[in-house]
């Protein structure tokens, strides 16, 4: 009899497309790097730790499968979790373009899609505990107090217009401050005075803020954030890559008002040498734009961190065949018969499709899959898929004479 959720397995893995499913079986043969994964999160949930981590590894060894491990263990720590993958639709340099992307990808613990608003929703009610401590913070431990009065005007709007419009606006759908003071007056009664006029581009961090200040009033240990892709950023202008490393260093090493919040950045291991070497992006944080003292020594940090993070190693030839082993485990499971291969015959079987994990994997699928439909397997024809570029592109609203 095959078994279904063994078959879901199997065709993750044939697409070729990492899943939180099979991640696991891609990163447990890697205990020093998972080592260092489980400490960062044992540090979150029981000390509150906020923190940041960056790793690299090769183009195709893993790198999203480790993140997809990431996101199942939080999950089962009881911590909010939101995957994205850098680049030109979700800008590191601009964390109001990136917040929204964000939250979209938001996950609580358990729930098989995104999203927080029935929870929020749930809690925010008038007269309660949670809606005053709220209320409490959003007035006195953030740089403005737009939230302040957006929450107040949630709590109190019947029209279904004003609740979505509010709502939208905490998913990174920014309201207008003028739409804000309207809705809040039309719904207290009173008119609202900010302390000061909101700019999503200074003032975005309050939002960031705010979401790790809910996500542990709502009852959960943490807030993972997942980066994947980032050296995506080596395509970016020198410009934003420069603005880029300084916001990088927000999550790596946060305020404290970035509460019980840990992020992790996946980096080519190549990033170092095609885009910080060959670009020379020490000199560019340091000379070109001038900026002052201080971002140039955090967007320094990050280049340091870059350079000196640990990296996802291949794995060796034992580790690859017990995975395998397991596909083949899985593959009879998921289809109802025997398969009764030697380690070795698997391996033979992927040798064609280069050394890429992820096209050996997809490989030994398709031998086995002859092997169920035909009794027998010829040469698989898995190759290599596209190999990653950090070649120059022209970023959105620069300038081309701003590419390095």
């Not at 400490?39 to 000390?47: R, V, Y």
Request: hydrophobic share 35%; glycine share 8%.
């Amino acid at each position: 009899m095959s078994d279904f959720s063994s078959r879901q397995m199997i065709e993750a893995l044939r697409s070729g497309i990492p899943s939180r499913a099979v991640g696991a079986y891609f990163s447990e043969a890697r205990p020093g790097m998972m080592k260092r994964v489980r400490a960062k999160l044992t540090a979150l949930q029981e000390d509150g730790r906020s923190g940041g981590m960056i790793f690299t590894g090769r183009y195709g060894e893993g790198k999203t499968h480790l993140l997809n491990t990431v996101f199942s263990m939080a999950a089962e720590k009881n911590m909010v979790v939101s995957y994205l993958a850098i680049g030109k639709e979700s800008p590191i340099d601009k964390l109001e373009q990136l917040y929204p992307k964000l939250i979209s990808a938001t996950y609580l613990p358990g729930a098989k899609q995104p999203g927080f608003r029935t929870r929020l929703e749930e809690s925010l009610t008038p007269g309660s505990s949670i809606t005053g401590e709220l209320l409490g913070y959003t007035a006195k431990e953030l740089e403005t107090d737009k939230l302040y009065f957006l929450l107040k005007a949630l709590i109190g709007a019947q029209d279904e217009d004003d609740r979505e419009m509010l709502l939208n606006d905490l998913e990174g759908n920014f309201t207008s401050d003028a739409a804000v003071k309207r809705c809040y007056r039309r719904i207290t009664g009173t008119p609202a005075k900010f302390n000061q006029g909101f700019s999503k581009r200074k003032h975005i961090m309050d939002y960031f803020y705010f979401m790790s200040h809910l996500f542990q009033n709502l009852g959960y240990d943490g807030w993972v954030l997942l980066f994947d892709e980032a050296e995506l950023m080596g395509r970016f202008s020198k410009k934003a890559r420069a603005k880029g490393y300084c916001e990088i260093q927000r999550f790596l090493n946060p305020d404290p008002k970035l509460e019980r919040t840990l992020s992790f950045f996946a980096f080519s291991s190549s990033y170092t040498e095609d885009v910080i070497d060959r670009k020379h992006d020490f000199e560019i944080v340091n000379t070109v734009y001038e900026i002052e003292a201080e971002s140039r020594k955090t967007a320094t940090a990050t280049l340091n961190a870059i350079i000196n993070a640990p990296e996802l190693n291949p794995l060796t030839k034992d580790e690859i065949q017990e995975i395998l082993m397991n596909i083949q485990s899985f593959h009879g499971r998921a289809y109802g018969w025997e398969p009764a291969l030697t380690s070795e015959t698997l391996m033979k079987a992927t040798e064609a499709g280069g050394y890429l994990l992820r096209t050996k994997i997809r490989a030994a699928i398709e031998f086995l899959d002859q092997l169920y439909q035909y009794g027998e397997a010829g040469e698989t024809r898995v190759t290599e898929l596209g190999k990653e570029c950090l070649d120059d592109e022209e970023y959105p609203e620069l300038n081309p004479e701003d590419l390095n």
